[in-house]
Every structure is written in structure tokens, then in C-alpha cells.
């Protein structure tokens, strides 16, 4: 590119640039993550009322369960992160969105797709994988648009004043190629006319949900808290050699976690994974090192504000990575694996380790994007303690429940009775930490909305202000 | 990492890396699995489901019942086993005495605290478990020497570990189990117990019909949604019950001349539960499942 065509953006230009594109994503991750949190709430209903959906197929237990985690995942992270990337690699360039209506295209193909697929999902119509129940009709719908997001991601990424790449930027970028290649490998398997025959099937499905769930959030998740906490703290990121470092492992250990070790597949596919779940204890510990650096010492009072947000989940990906890591552990996958454990880990990674991240990178960006201040400045705040609360409400005792559940189940003298009635006395503490949850996600909701009708709201006083102004007749000369 | 090219290179070998291994390794490996023969004998495994069974998966799909149902067991290792089935014209005790005067045997010696303990307390019930364990040279060793003074014993090689002491199967699951399954639906969570076996430990679809009804009537303390939408409440006819109508207890069943028919979704899916028997034994996954006399 010829140095010579560039121009210097303000920031003020930069950010008008993503106002629609991330109003669309924002707007739709935000009444997903409502939606998501409240089908996760009637999911767990069936266990404190085992009767309550007897006669109404839709909201049994498990077409709730698998909607609600396919909102939270595609519905909520995905749009959030990739809103957020936009604006990350915008500002990062230094110059307005590359192609900025095809994101905003995409991001209501996106919407439609979840729309779809969770309605499939509860009538009945999922592909039963586990975190790929999604038909292939909300497949293409997704898959496009994650493509035209991508495109313009790039395109904006390519414009940039500055050659020299950010972590950020690692983690980001790796992150697109990472969607697009494991989501479409495991659904060109998966959902197809032919699937591979037997044992095969759970193997991709394992394969992807690890490198969705761990890595691909891993790669958002760090690379969003790598770009805003130094700008937050206002001192550079702390050894961005181990950065590297860092990135480098995350992506070559991490991807090859995931196969169970209870797999019924030959023995060599959850030892390869026990070996690299070892492995990826490194960058894990390497990022949380990074992250504390930055953060430590920082002179910014936070109070439920953005920094609070990303500080918190950058602790929810440490200690989430770790738990979720032991689980490949071959004696402890003996306790954990079948019970609550994985759920509650799984959740702890959605909820307190990327929806963190991303709500306090939402609250920031928001206020730029649109130029003015948050409506509801102290729903905001609230909504970080109700996040930060009800995930630890939400999680840790579906970990402990977990733990104790998998440690009757080990011993063939209880009954399985028992098993099931410890662990229901654990739902029921962590469906109250779902109920925190669901209020945050209610005060994310207003802030979005409220400031789409003011944009909206501003939008007709200018073309009302157009229309009515004089028209202009030029002077006649007599 | 100065370029974009140099991130997109080292996430394309990381991901190609870990696709290549996880992916085009196993669609080797199992991909083109057939059947496969289950141990003396000369059948096939798996078996081809009925239509009724292979429908039934999928209203098992549908519900999202691996959600809280896996279909696998875990294996522990393996032990030999051998017990009496018949003393001939001998007695408990003087078989007693016999066995502890085998147990200058090379092979018997080490054992010899664990086959008495065993014995303490037996007064001729059948079959008894003499020796159950890893050594399978104690169970040959006793097997010969009993033979020989005309005491029928069975030796087995049995699966051990929680799953299959719980009665959930006789043995692990394995890849080979799910070749006609299509989605496979493994599950990974045990909010209720395994089913990969619960034709073997159910198998009346009676049984599985009113349980899909109303758990409670037949589990206690069950903590499985009712599927009553499964069902359908009709008038009886002539007040008399339909051929397929439910038999159920008191205080389940309706009122009114009214009767619970299954439809034919939930007949399916019985048909399918009641098709699930990982019980024989393959190559990978050995025990010896019939009483062999030695």
C-alpha cells in the first residue's frame, strides 16, 4: 500500500465507523444471553420439578439444555466477540471499518441463523452432537456470516498505519481462521447426508467442542483482555516476549485437548489428550502471569466498571482452564468425568471467564461507539456484581456437587439413588446463581436497546430536520 | 510475528497439526469399521436394530435424553475368577481341608491368606468364589487339582470397576458398540443412570413404556422428567382398555374411563432402549460370558 494514501483518523471517526455493525451484533448477543440464561433456568426446573414440562415436549430438560447452551455460545460470545474484534482491529489500524455494511449484513444473517436454530433445536430438530445441535440450516446461515465478518475483520486489519502486529492481534486473527476451520470440519462431518460410522462421530464432536470451548474462547477472550487492560491501567502490556510465548503454546497444546479419558475409542486418543492437557498448563499460567503484571499496581478504581469486568475474567480463565485441564487428569477423570463437574467448568468458561470479558469490553466500547454516555450507567455496574456473584453461585457448587456425586458413583455400594440426591441438593443453591446471572444479563439488555432507539430516535430527528428545513430556491434574477 | 501471514501460517499448523491427528487419524482408524466378531462365537457385532429401534433413536435425539443419560461404561481392568459349581461325592469341609493342604503349591502360596478368607464361613452353598483376582495361574492351578478329584469349577474372566459392579454392563464400551448408531449419543453427564445396557437390565417394553410415563410409579426417589407427551389420554372403549394401553398403578392412572396409549413415538423409543445390550464379548473388550466347566 502506498504510504502516501494514508490519511490520520481520529478516534472519533474510527469509532462512528462501528457504530451500526456493533449495535447489530451487541444488540442481538444481548437478547441471546437473556434468552440463554432464562432457557438455562427452565432447563434446570425439570430437576427441582421433575414433572413441570410432562406435557409440553419444548422446554424438557434436555431441548432446553442444549438451546440455552447454544445461545450462551453462539447466540451471546460469538456476535459479542466478534463486535468487539471489529472495533479492537478498527482502532488497532488506526482507521475506520473496512467494508462497514457487511458486517452489519452478517451479523442479521447470524441472528436469523440462531433464531433458527434454537427454534429447531426445541421442536425437536437438533443433530443431537453436543454443542453442534444447531441444523444445517442455522449452520450456512452462521457459517456466511462469521465468513463476511471475517472479510471485513481482515480488510481492516490490512489497512493498519502500523505494520508491526499487537497480541492482540495474534490472538484475534488466529481466532478467525480457528472458527471458521473447526466449525466447518466438524459440521462437514457431522451434519451431513453421510456421517463417518460409529465411534468416529463422538471423536470430531470431542475435537470441536475443545477447540471451541478452550481454545477459540481462550483466543477471544485473551486477546479482547490483552488490549484492553494495558489501555485500562494505561501502562504497556507486561512481557510481551512470554506473550508469544504464550499464544504459540495456547494454540499448539490446547487444540489437541479434549478426548475424554473414559472415550470407548482406542487408547492412544485420550492419552495424546491427557499429555497435551499437561502441556497446556504453560500457557495458561503464562497468561495469567501477563495478565497480572499488567494489572498489578495499576492505579484505576474500577467499582463494577469495565476494568473490574475483564480483571475478573481474566481470573474466570485461569481458573476455569485449570479445572477443565484437570479433568484429562487420568485418576482425576475417574471422580470428575460424568457428572456435574464438566457442566459447571463448561459454564464457568462461557459465563465467568468470556461473557465477562466481553460485557466489560461491551460497556467500554459502547460509550465510544456511540458517542455519548451509557444510559443506564449504574444498571451497569450492578450487572458486574450480579455476574461476578451468581457465576460463583452458579458454579461452584455444581463443582462440588460434582466432585461428591463422582466420588459415590465410583463406589458400586451406594445406591445410584444417592448419587442423583447429592448432587440435587447442589442444583438447587446454583439455579439461585443462575437467577443472579439472568438479572445481569437484564441489565445489559436496557443499555443496548436504550441506546439503539436513541440512535434510532436521533437518526428521524435528522432526516425529519431535513426535510423540514426550507428549501433552498435560487435567486431568480429579474 | 511481524504479518499477518506469520500469525495465519503458525495457527494453520497448530490447527492442521491437531485436525490431522484428531480427526484424520481416527476416520482411519475407525472410519471403515465393519462388524466385527464377538469371541467364540459366530455371531456379529454389533446387531442390525429393528426399524421401530432405529426410529427410536431419534425421538432419543430429539428430547436431548444424553443430557442426562450417558451411553458408555468404564472399565476398570479385568479379574480371573473361579468358583465351584458342583462337589461331586465331597463335602464343604473336607474340601476345606483339601485346599489348605494345596496351599504349599508354588503358585497357591502368596494366595493363600485370600482363598482361606474366602472359604471361612462356607458351608456348601453354590457357586462359591474361590479366588478372584489378576493371577490367572491361582485360577488354572486350582482348577487342574480340583478336577482332578472330581470337583466341577467354573473359571471366568470377568470386567471389573464401579460401572459394572453397579450392573450397568459386563464389560467397556467401545468404538465398535456404536457402528450403527448415527448421531452417536454418548452423553456426559449421569443425572440418571447408564444406558448402555438397559435391554439386558429392562428389557420388557412394557416395563420401559410405563417408566417413560411416570417414572415415579416404578422407581422411587427417580428424579427423570415424566414424558407424558409421549402419550395420549383416550376414552376407553366399551369400558374396556385398548390392546396397548397402559397398566398402571392406582394412583398414576386416570380417571373417568379414561386410559394412557402409548404413540408411536414412544413405542419407538422403547423399542430402542430395549435394544441397547452391550453384553458379549469382543476382542477388545474380553470376558467370558458362559459358564465354561472345567
Avoid at chain 1, 29 to 43: E, N, S, Y
Avoid at chain 1, 317 to 344: H, I, K, M, Q
Avoid at chain 2, 42 to 61: C, F, H, M, N, S
Wanted: glycine residues 8%.
Amino acid at each position: 500500500m502506498n504510504p502516501t494514501e494514508n490519511k490520520i483518523f481520529g478516534a472519533n471517526e474510527i469509532d462512528t465507523s462501528c457504530r451500526v455493525p456493533l449495535l447489530a451484533l451487541f444488540g442481538g448477543a444481548a437478547l441471546w444471553l437473556v434468552l440463554g440464561l432464562a432457557l438455562g433456568i427452565v432447563a434446570m426446573l425439570s430437576f427441582h420439578k421433575p414433572d413441570i414440562f410432562a406435557d409440553c415436549p419444548f422446554l424438557n430438560c434436555g431441548r432446553a439444555q442444549a438451546a440455552a447452551n447454544d445461545l450462551l455460545l453462539y447466540g451471546f460470545a460469538m456476535p459479542a466477540a466478534l463486535g468487539v474484534l471489529l472495533w479492537i482491529f478498527a482502532r488497532l489500524s488506526q482507521s475506520p471499518l473496512a467494508l462497514p455494511i457487511v458486517p452489519v449484513i452478517a451479523a442479521n444473517l447470524w441472528h436469523v441463523g440462531v433464531l433458527i436454530g434454537t427454534s429447531a433445536i426445541l421442536i425437536g430438530e437438533s443433530t443431537g452432537h453436543p454443542w453442534l445441535e444447531y441444523p444445517r440450516a442455522a449452520v450456512v446461515l452462521l457459517f456466511a456470516a462469521f465468513l463476511l465478518i471475517a472479510v471485513s475483520a481482515v480488510a481492516t486489519m490490512g489497512l493498519r498505519l502500523n505494520r508491526e502486529l499487537y497480541p492482540s492481534h495474534w490472538f484475534l486473527f488466529a481466532a478467525l481462521l480457528w472458527f471458521v476451520w473447526s466449525y466447518g470440519t466438524a459440521n462437514l462431518f457431522l451434519v451431513c447426508n453421510h456421517p463417518p460410522r460409529g465411534g468416529v462421530q463422538a471423536v470430531i464432536n470431542w475435537w470441536l467442542t475443545n477447540n471451541l470451548l478452550f481454545v477459540w474462547l481462550g483466543l477471544i477472550g485473551v486477546g479482547i483482555a490483552f488490549y484492553f487492560l494495558p489501555k485500562i491501567a494505561s501502562k504497556p502490556l507486561a512481557n510481551s516476549g512470554y506473550t508469544l510465548f504464550a499464544f504459540l503454546t495456547l494454540i499448539f497444546f490446547g487444540t489437541w485437548v479434549g478426548i475424554p479419558q473414559s472415550a470407548p475409542v482406542p487408547a492412544w486418543l485420550p492419552t495424546v489428550s491427557a499429555f497435551a492437557a499437561l502441556l497446556s498448563l504453560v500457557p495458561v499460567i503464562a497468561i495469567g502471569i501477563i495478565a497480572w503484571k499488567t494489572v498489578c499496581g495499576a492505579k484505576v478504581s474500577c467499582l463494577g466498571g469495565p476494568f473490574c469486568f475483564i480483571k475478573f475474567g481474566m481470573l474466570g480463565f485461569v481458573v476455569s482452564s485449570l479445572l477443565y485441564l484437570s479433568e484429562f487428569c487420568p485418576r482425576a477423570s475417574r471422580v470428575l468425568d460424568f457428572t456435574w463437574y464438566n457442566f459447571g467448568v463448561t459454564q464457568w468458561q462461557l459465563l465467568g471467564f468470556a461473557g465477562m470479558i466481553l460485557c466489560g469490553a461491551i460497556y467500554e466500547i459502547l460509550p465510544r461507539v456511540m458517542d455519548r454516555e451509557l444510559p443506564f450507567a449504574k444498571l451497569a455496574k450492578l450487572n458486574f456484581f450480579l455476574f461476578a456473584g451468581g457465576t460463583l453461585l452458579f458454579v461452584i457448587p455444581l463443582l462440588i456437587g460434582g466432585v461428591e456425586q463422582g466420588l459415590k458413583l465410583r463406589d458400586a455400594a451406594v445406591p445410584f439413588a444417592d448419587t442423583s440426591a447429592v448432587a440435587l441438593k447442589f442444583l438447587r443453591l446454583s439455579t439461585t446463581g443462575q437467577l443472579l446471572l439472568l438479572l445481569g444479563s437484564l441489565c445489559l439488555l436496557p443499555n443496548i436497546l436504550a441506546m439503539t432507539i436513541q440512535w434510532k430516535l436521533g437518526l428521524a430527528r435528522t432526516v425529519i430536520a431535513y426535510i423540514k428545513s426550507p428549501l433552498e430556491t435560487p435567486e431568480v434574477k429579474l | 510475528m511481524k504479518t499477518g501471514f506469520s500469525v495465519f501460517w503458525a495457527a494453520f499448523v497448530a490447527l492442521g497439526a491437531s485436525w490431522f491427528g484428531l480427526i484424520y487419524g481416527p476416520l482411519k482408524q475407525l472410519g471403515g469399521a465393519k462388524e466385527t466378531a464377538v469371541l467364540q462365537s459366530t455371531e456379529k457385532w454389533p446387531v442390525q436394530r429393528t426399524g421401530d429401534a432405529t426410529l427410536g433413536l431419534q425421538i432419543y435425539r430429539a428430547n436431548g435424553c444424553a443430557a442426562c443419560h450417558t451411553e458408555q461404561i468404564r472399565q476398570t481392568g479385568a479379574a480371573h475368577v473361579i468358583a465351584f459349581t458342583d462337589l461331586g461325592v465331597h463335602q464343604a469341609a473336607d474340601l476345606k481341608s483339601f485346599i489348605a493342604s494345596l496351599m504349599v503349591v508354588p503358585e497357591l502360596m502368596n494366595y493363600s491368606n485370600v482363598i482361606t478368607v474366602n472359604l471361612a464361613g462356607w458351608s456348601g452353598e453354590m457357586p462359591k468364589v474361590l479366588y478372584r483376582g489378576a493371577d490367572d495361574a491361582v485360577v488354572s492351578m486350582l482348577g487342574d487339582k480340583l478336577k482332578a478329584v472330581g470337583v466341577k469349577t467354573e473359571a471366568r474372566v470377568v470386567a471389573t470397576g464401579a460401572d459394572i459392579a453397579r450392573g450397568w454392563g459386563t464389560r467397556q464400551s467401545v468404538a465398535a458398540d456404536y457402528l450403527y448408531d448415527t448421531p452417536v449419543l454418548l452423553g456426559s453427564l449421569r443425572a440418571g443412570p447408564d444406558l448402555a445396557s438397559i435391554g439386558v437390565r429392562s428389557p420388557d417394553i412394557n416395563w420401559q413404556l410405563q417408566h417413560l410415563y411416570a417414572p415415579r410409579s416404578l422407581v422411587k426417589n427417580s428424579t427423570m422428567p415424566a414424558f407424558r407427551f409421549l402419550f395420549k389420554a383416550q376414552k376407553k372403549v366399551d369400558g374396556k382398555d385398548a390392546a396397548d394401553a397402559l397398566v398402571l398403578p392406582i394412583e398414576f392412572a386416570l380417571t373417568d374411563g379414561m386410559e394412557v396409549v402409548p404413540t408411536p413415538e414412544a413405542k419407538q423409543l422403547a423399542a430402542y432402549l430395549v435394544s441397547l445390550k452391550a453384553n458379549v464379548p469382543l476382542y477388545e473388550a474380553p470376558f467370558t460370558p458362559i459358564t465354561v466347566a472345567k
